[in-house]
């Protein structure tokens, strides 16, 4: 089903059109490096200032409210310019195996994400910050790390992107 689904997206004349413009193919592969910056580097100053490497100079709530909204404009931007990128492609996307270890990678370090900002203002009322804190916050910047790696060789090992 889902490979059906693929091959119609991959077909469709409008995702056909949009994935046929170099200009639009250029504009969509910078939005995708964009967001994708906006996104990790948002998440990793956030997770970074838990685990007391950066920004000491503000609390952790304080941080995560400044940089959040970053946050998902990155994954907007992302998410959008992805599913285009995705489209043109999308059974050899499908059949390549590390494209899907990229997709669980995401999807787990977005897990990692959604929690450290749901848990940042608890986390920052007792004195220090909590040993689960930190390890949610290590594990966040261990997972985005893993999806730029698993990202990088997409195209490096199935030829797909």
Request: charged letters at 10%; one cysteine or more; aromatic letters at 14%.
């Amino acid at each position: 089903m889902l490979l059906r689904l693929c091959f119609w997206l991959q077909h469709n004349s409008w995702l056909l059109a949009v994935n046929s413009s170099v200009p639009v193919s250029a504009a969509l592969e910078a939005a995708h490096y964009a967001g994708f910056f906006l996104l990790v580097g948002s998440i990793a100053i956030v997770d970074l200032r838990l685990l007391g490497a950066a920004g000491r100079g503000q609390s952790p709530s304080e941080l995560a409210r400044q940089l959040f909204p970053w946050t998902w404009t990155g994954f907007a931007f992302t998410l959008v310019s992805g599913f285009f990128m995705f489209s043109g492609d999308a059974v050899d996307f499908y059949r390549a195996p590390i494209f899907r270890v990229k997709l669980l990678v995401i999807l787990l370090a977005v897990i990692f994400g959604l929690l450290v900002q749901w848990k940042v203002p608890q986390w920052d009322r007792p004195p220090a910050i909590p040993l689960g804190a930190k390890l949610a916050a290590f594990l966040s910047l261990a997972l985005w790390i893993g999806a730029i790696l698993a990202s990088v060789e997409v195209p490096a090992i199935s030829g797909v992107g």
